[in-house]
T-cell receptor
Framework: KAGVTQTPRYLIKTRGQQVTLSCSPI?????VSWYQQTPGQGLQFLFE???????NKGNFPGRFSGRQFSNSRSEMNVSTLELGDSALYLC????????????FGQGTRLTVV | DQQVKQNSPSLSVQEGRISILNCDYT??????FLWYKKYPAEGPTFLIS?????DKNEDGRFTVFLNKSAKHLSLHIVPSQPGDSAVYFC?????????????FGKGTHLIIQP
């Protein structure tokens, strides 16, 4: 079966712009989480969505937001981009909310210039 | 404050020998642990997991050991193969509602030498 699909794979944006990233989870998976990976901080949890509701949020500013649709697909939005937002953004899906065996997509590499 | 620590940034092991990757955690609410393998420019790939009600889980060449009293887990790869060269992440979760997602260590770069 198809894995977690993230689009686009690569993105270059200018400071101050906003960006939307997309994630399609594995079929049948209802929980979608987003993570940011940077060389200095490693993998950090952004937020989790389940049944179209944000259930958990990590320690990131309000410029980072997301949503989940009825088909479990999720989008993540970052507004007023800063240079420090350059990172690999990873989406993970799992069947339930219990964070067991979350499967990751290949990520979106965002570069802010 | 790092709740999940992988103290070895890198580890070099000869092909065919055993690779042992270590992970320590501080949060006693964690009760489910996972190991992921990651190649550059790709997302992490799930390897193996263990619940806190167990102390060992085995899947082929991969075995994870959990020592709850020491808040320590380890991943054993036997025998090590060249394709095992990658960055390995330890992750922890407090299951049930209110979990803050997976908490990851910073990774250990495993290098398998021929």
């Amino acid at each position: 079966k198809a894995g977690v699909t993230q689009t686009p794979r690569y993105l270059i944006k200018t400071r101050g712009q906003q960006v939307t990233l997309s994630c399609s989870p594995i079929s049948g998976h209802r929980s979608v989480s987003w993570y940011q990976q940077t060389p200095g901080q490693g993998l950090q949890f952004l937020f989790e969505y389940f049944s179209e509701t944000q259930r958990n949020k990590g320690n990131f500013p309000g410029r980072f937001s997301g949503r989940q649709f009825s088909n479990s697909r999720s989008e993540m939005n970052v507004s007023t981009l800063e240079l420090g937002d350059s990172a690999l953004y990873l989406c993970a899906s799992s069947k339930t909310r219990e964070n067991t065996e979350a499967f990751f997509g290949q990520g979106t590499r965002l570069t802010v210039v | 404050d790092q709740q999940v620590k992988q103290n070895s940034p890198s580890l070099s092991v000869q092909e065919g020998r055993i690779s042992i990757l270590n992970c320590d955690y501080t949060n006693s609410m964690f009760d489910y642990f996972l190991w992921y393998k990651k190649y550059p420019a790709e997302g992490p790939t799930f390897l193996i997991s263990i619940s806190s009600i167990k102390d060992k889980n085995e899947d082929g060449r991969f075995t994870v050991f959990l020592n709850k009293s020491a808040k320590h887990l380890s991943l054993h790869i036997v025998p090590s193969q060249p394709g095992d060269s990658a960055v390995y992440f330890c992750a922890a979760s407090a299951r049930g509602g209110g979990a803050d997602g997976l908490t990851f260590g910073k990774g250990t770069h495993l290098i398998i030498q021929p």
